[in-house]
């Protein structure tokens, strides 16, 4: 871990807690020079922020390069383009990103609230702690926690291992979950909470959406764990979300001088639209490619779209991927299970009307989803229709590649140039490199460094 874990500075805190209508400082005394004395209140819309900054920034642009979303062209996504990823650059920016930001801010609001008994702020941060840790060791396979978030007391905390990660993040949500559930008459979120506006309800929902998605991402593993990772979300996924009403989303543009990141992206060509990807969309005539990418002067840009104008909501978890959760656990546990179909066309359904806002004539919709998400009992080849849909409603988020790694679909080709020492035999990459931070300064830091095609632990052969 580097040397530095601070949390944000209670300046910089104060900053934020001064533009919210509902922070009343002089009411509760607070020191703004301690930083025991921030707030919950304070610091949960930043980290919300930060969160959503991540999910749509560095991360997900380099997953969307290994799986073919994007083509890398310039600046550093050129060099993604051959999947080589600088340990000084890419690699150590998220890292430290996840760590410094969110989650160490993520850790003292939880602290905060547990201590003075605001339940629902520590049930939120749980929940959100769960989001960063499932992000994080999506990533980098095995990454610190335990012995993580600890400051100076700790400057080279150890490598959990993944399987241990994943036990955590049930547990933060199942703690999350009951903090929530808690009954208080104290201090709760409302217009400080950008997400859901201190909607405690949907916030449960959202954790149970969670728990169905990295259940999901152990099915790989399932014989040597002692509960079968498809029957278990669709356990958490009744009581989840009823409709895209409920999303988990973040809404850039909360201030004038909030831009989401993607937008930089898109915005200086960095990165343009993957040739396979637009052919994909073009032989099924999706109605999402004009939401997705466009041609200006005979070539496809990304500009200014759905998801990536300067406002262009962050989807965190969504109705419809948890829809396309249930369509592949269903036909996991019953190849034949006739819910499966129905699961597959209402996410396919949901995520054509969110991305067009609804302004797309019902028809087109249905056409499509008749005509491309049909199931046909037969395992392997409904496993692939389900997440050749899910591959193309999940853009712009780090789950296709996950779900790459652990079902081989969609079948996609690598880059060319690939092959190097960094990624051996020049296959599309199954993880991120550690930073060079980690490896100079973390005296915990495993003994061999990885390529960017070893495996860990759900991902294992």
Same mark, same amino acid.
């Given at each position: 871990?580097?040397?530095?874990?601070?949390?944000?500075?209670?300046?910089?805190?104060?900053?934020?807690?001064?533009?919210?209508?509902?922070?009343?400082?002089?009411?509760?005394?607070?020191?703004?020079?301690?930083?025991?004395?921030?707030?919950?209140?304070?610091?949960?819309?930043?980290?919300?922020?930060?969160?959503?900054?991540?999910?749509?920034?560095?991360?997900?642009?380099?997953?969307?390069?290994?799986?073919?979303?994007?083509?890398?062209?310039?600046?550093?996504?050129?060099?993604?383009?051959?999947?080589?990823?600088?340990?000084?650059?890419?690699?150590?920016?998220?890292?430290?990103?996840?760590?410094?930001?969110?989650?160490?801010?993520?850790?003292?609001?939880?602290?905060?609230?547990?201590?003075?008994?605001?339940?629902?702020?520590?049930?939120?941060?749980?929940?959100?702690?769960?989001?960063?840790?499932?992000?994080?060791?999506?990533?980098?396979?095995?990454?610190?926690?335990?012995?993580?978030?600890?400051?100076?007391?700790?400057?080279?905390?150890?490598?959990?291992?993944?399987?241990?990660?994943?036990?955590?993040?049930?547990?933060?949500?199942?703690?999350?979950? /009951?903090?929530?559930?808690?009954?208080?008459?104290?201090?709760?979120?409302?217009?400080?909470?950008?997400?859901?506006?201190?909607?405690?309800?949907?916030?449960?929902?959202?954790?149970?959406?969670?728990?169905?998605?990295?259940?999901?991402?152990?099915?790989?593993?399932?014989? /040597?764990?002692?509960?079968?990772?498809?029957?278990?979300?669709?356990?958490? #996924?009744?009581?989840?979300?009823?409709?895209?009403?409920?999303?988990?989303?973040?809404?850039?543009?909360?201030?004038?001088?909030?831009?989401?990141?993607?937008?930089?992206?898109?915005?200086?060509?960095?990165?343009?639209?993957?040739?396979?990807?637009?052919?994909?969309?073009?032989?099924?005539?999706?109605?999402?490619?004009?939401?997705?990418?466009?041609?200006?002067?005979?070539?496809?840009?990304?500009?200014?779209?759905?998801?990536?104008?300067?406002?262009?909501?962050?989807?965190?978890?969504?109705?419809?991927?948890?829809?396309?959760?249930?369509?592949?656990?269903?036909?996991?546990?019953?190849?034949?299970?006739?819910?499966?179909?129905?699961?597959?066309?209402?996410?396919?359904?949901?995520?054509?009307?969110?991305?067009?806002?609804?302004?797309?004539?019902?028809?087109?919709?249905?056409?499509?989803?008749?005509?491309?998400?049909?199931?046909?009992?037969?395992?392997?080849?409904?496993?692939?229709?389900?997440?050749?849909?899910?591959?193309?409603?999940?853009?712009?988020?780090?789950?296709?590649?996950?779900?790459?790694?652990?079902?081989?679909?969609?079948?996609?080709?690598?880059?060319?140039?690939?092959?190097?020492?960094?990624?051996?035999?020049?296959? #599309?990459?199954?993880?991120?490199?550690?930073?060079?931070?980690?490896?100079?300064?973390?005296?915990?830091?495993?003994?061999?460094?990885?390529?960017?095609?070893?495996?860990?632990?759900?991902?294992?052969?």
């Amino acid at each position: 871990m580097k040397a530095s874990r601070n949390t944000i500075s209670a300046w910089g805190l104060l900053l934020v807690f001064l533009l919210l209508n509902s922070c009343e400082l002089e009411d509760k005394n607070i020191n703004p020079n301690s930083l025991e004395s921030v707030p919950a209140n304070v610091i949960l819309p930043f980290t919300e922020s930060r969160l959503a900054r991540l999910m749509a920034g560095t991360g997900q642009v380099m997953a969307g390069i290994f799986v073919q979303y994007y083509e890398g062209i310039d600046n550093h996504p050129k060099q993604v383009q051959t999947y080589t990823v600088n340990e000084a650059l890419y690699a150590d920016w998220d890292w430290n990103d996840y760590y410094d930001g969110p989650m160490i801010n993520l850790r003292k609001m939880i602290d905060i609230a547990e201590k003075e008994g605001s339940f629902y702020y520590s049930g939120i941060g749980k929940i959100m702690m769960a989001l960063c840790l499932g992000n994080v060791t999506s990533l980098y396979g095995d990454v610190p926690y335990t012995e993580a978030l600890q400051g100076s007391a700790n400057r080279s905390p150890v490598y959990d291992s993944q399987k241990s990660i994943y036990e955590s993040i049930q547990q933060l949500l199942d703690e999350g979950i /009951e903090d929530l559930d808690q009954t208080y008459t104290g201090f709760k979120p409302t217009s400080d909470d950008i997400i859901y506006k201190g909607d405690v309800s949907k916030w449960k929902k959202s954790a149970y959406a969670l728990k169905a998605r990295f259940y999901m991402h152990l099915t790989k593993r399932s014989d /040597e764990l002692d509960f079968n990772p498809a029957e278990k979300a669709l356990e958490a #996924i009744a009581n989840s979300f009823s409709s895209s009403d409920e999303d988990m989303t973040y809404p850039f543009g909360y201030s004038a001088a909030e831009n989401n990141p993607f937008y930089s992206f898109s915005l200086l060509n960095y990165i343009l639209p993957n040739a396979q990807f637009t052919s994909m969309m073009a032989a099924s005539s999706d109605p999402r490619r004009d939401f997705y990418f466009k041609k200006k002067f005979g070539v496809a840009t990304l500009n200014g779209l759905y998801f990536t104008s300067s406002t262009s909501p962050v989807h965190m978890m969504t109705y419809h991927e948890m829809k396309f959760i249930e369509a592949e656990a269903r036909i996991r546990i019953d190849k034949n299970d006739e819910l499966a179909q129905t699961a597959l066309q209402e996410a396919v359904s949901a995520d054509i009307n969110k991305v067009s806002k609804g302004t797309l004539d019902p028809s087109i919709v249905s056409t499509y989803v008749n005509k491309n998400a049909v199931l046909t009992g037969t395992f392997e080849t409904d496993l692939a229709l389900i997440m050749k849909q899910k591959y193309i409603a999940m853009y712009a988020t780090i789950e296709s590649w996950t779900d790459y790694r652990r079902t081989g679909y969609p079948v996609l080709t690598p880059n060319p140039g690939g092959d190097h020492n960094q990624n051996p035999g020049g296959a #599309i990459p199954r993880r991120i490199t550690y930073p060079q931070a980690e490896r100079l300064y973390n005296q915990s830091f495993p003994s061999v460094l990885p390529t960017l095609q070893d495996r860990f632990w759900w991902d294992a052969e």
